[in-house]
């Protein structure tokens, strides 16, 4: 009771605002507002599953330029509010829960960050949504599994292919007995090439997986 009376007090002199719109946030509301739940983009998953060449994918939201999804994710990434990407995780697990492959799967694997990037930032936004996932899907997680060991060259000069070689030589599996013949949940923040997604289920499938399905946050339009 006091300790709900101190946070209230705090919020007068700190007020916590929304991750989407910047609007003073109100009791009950946890990182993002009311208004902004009811205006985000979702993709129906069902519909939104696409195909990358190593299994099928699906995304939570459409990002969309200057957005409220947009600053959903430049908060998570670079506000220090990681917290952002475990809350997605746990709403969007309770969506997938209920759909094939994605329910199926037997392990999540949040792709990883350079090391380097890592320390800069403090923490992998990525793990975040999925220890959400994991959470309201009820399926372990698998840290570490994935080690990416070079910062990956800028994609925008590259043809497709030359992108898909420069990415896939960027992962390196760690821990392949925790994959080995099981149907892996690969877990990003962004879908933009997805160029990410098919190197790290590349890799995956070579050191063993049975099989990869993919979730990310947003999808770019
Ligand atoms: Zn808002």
Not at 121 to 141: C, D, E, T, V, W
Not at 153 to 168: D, G, L
């Amino acid at each position: 009771m006091i300790n709900r009376y101190l946070k209230d007090l705090a919020s007068l002199f700190f007020p916590k605002t929304c991750a989407g719109c910047d609007a003073p946030l109100v009791h009950g509301e946890k990182l993002i507002c009311t208004s902004c739940w009811y205006h985000l983009p979702f993709t129906l998953s069902h519909d939104n599953a696409g195909n990358l060449s190593t299994g099928q994918s699906a995304s939570f939201l459409y990002l969309l330029g200057s957005s409220r999804v947009q600053r959903i994710i430049h908060q998570l990434k670079y506000h220090n509010r990681p917290e952002i990407g475990t809350l997605l995780g746990e709403k969007y697990g309770t969506v997938l829960h209920e759909i094939t492959p994605f329910n199926e799967a037997d392990v999540i694997v949040p792709v990883p960050l350079h090391p380097g990037k890592l320390r800069k930032r403090g923490y992998n936004q990525s793990a975040f949504f999925a220890q959400g996932l994991s959470h309201s899907m009820r399926k372990p997680i698998v840290s570490e599994c994935l080690i990416r060991h070079r910062v990956t060259e800028s994609q925008t000069t590259k043809n497709r292919y030359e992108r898909y070689q420069n990415m896939e030589s960027a992962f390196r599996l760690n821990d392949a007995e925790a994959v080995a013949g099981k149907h892996v949940l690969l877990v990003d923040d962004v879908l933009t090439t997805g160029a990410t997604l098919e190197a790290c289920s590349t890799v995956l499938l070579a050191g063993g997986a049975m099989k990869v399905s993919a979730i990310t946050i947003a999808k770019a339009l």
